[in-house]
């Protein structure tokens, strides 16, 4: 009998992870633009977000991302943070950082840190971050650069992760100047300290959607205040301000997603 059991057990759960593992490579394209009282300057501002990439259970080549991304016109490419947690991962990174690096957006590509990146210690985040940095993109921890777009200043503002109390609002937005502020971030959970700290938007992952979001993403719970909210995915507000969670581009754990799909995001911000 028990062995009946364990052989119907089987028959149902082997095609539902078959699928779930498939899952992982429908890639999601979303495109999002804010309401028309939120628009930004009187130009395109066209932003492609990437967020938990997890190296280590990503299903998409470097060279898959490529021709996902290779037809549009990007003007800002941000990275919000877990490229991966393993040493061994960093040489990985780097076609998929050329691959981007290959847009050639027009205002740069920016980067900040996550809770899994920091999981390298000394030396091997140092490694993690210089390679990064060789091969294109600015990295943030809990401070800003300035960018003109047509002449008005567009604040780029990288606070570092918060889930492992790295980020620092003062230091990040100290001698900041008057412009539109878009932050970069991993774990969203920051809004909730915000009200001080004006931003216009704000883009983060951390959350993965839940990754196994079937029936309800339970197992976040731990992971603060906004799941209680039921702010797990997409666009949100918080004290009147938009921010975006991305359901990132890899897993972490197992690679598997249920109900939940990578995801790549275009934001379109006028």
């Known amino acids: 009998m028990m062995f009946l059991l364990l052989v119907i057990l089987l028959i149902v759960i082997i095609p539902v992870l078959y699928k779930a593992n498939n899952n992982t490579k429908d890639i999601s394209i979303k495109n999002i633009s804010l309401n028309e009282e939120e628009k930004f300057l009187n130009t395109q501002l066209k932003i492609l977000h990437l967020s938990d990439l997890h190296l280590e259970n990503i299903s ?112 990040s937005y100290k001698g900041l100047q008057n412009g539109y502020n878009l932050v970069l971030t991993h774990d969203p959970n920051i809004v909730l300290e915000m009200k001080d700290f004006h931003f216009d938007y704000l883009l983060s992952g951390h959350f993965h959607g839940g990754q196994i979001h079937w029936p309800k993403p339970y197992h976040l719970i731990k992971m603060g205040k906004l799941v209680r909210m039921k702010m797990v995915k997409g666009l949100h507000y918080h004290n009147d301000k938009p921010f975006y969670i991305s359901e990132g581009l890899g897993q972490t754990g197992v690679n598997i997603r249920i109900g939940s799909r990578p995801e790549i995001t275009f934001h379109n911000l006028s």
Do not use: W
Not at 65 to 86: C, M, P, Q, W, Y
């Open 60 to 171: 998409i080549s470097p060279e898959e991302l490529h021709k996902l991304v290779e037809n549009d016109s990007i003007d800002l490419i941000a990275i919000t943070g877990d490229f991966l947690d393993r040493k061994r991962s960093i040489p990985k990174l780097i076609p998929y950082l050329e691959v981007l690096r290959k847009i050639e957006p027009r205002f740069g590509m920016y980067a900040v840190f996550g809770n899994h990146d920091y999981v390298l210690k000394g030396k091997n985040f140092e490694r993690l971050k210089k390679t990064i940095e060789e091969n294109g993109c600015i990295t943030l921890q809990n401070e800003h650069l300035t960018i003109d777009v047509e002449g008005k200043k567009l604040n780029i503002i990288g606070i570092d992760d918060y889930s492992t109390k790295r980020s620092n609002l003062l230091k």
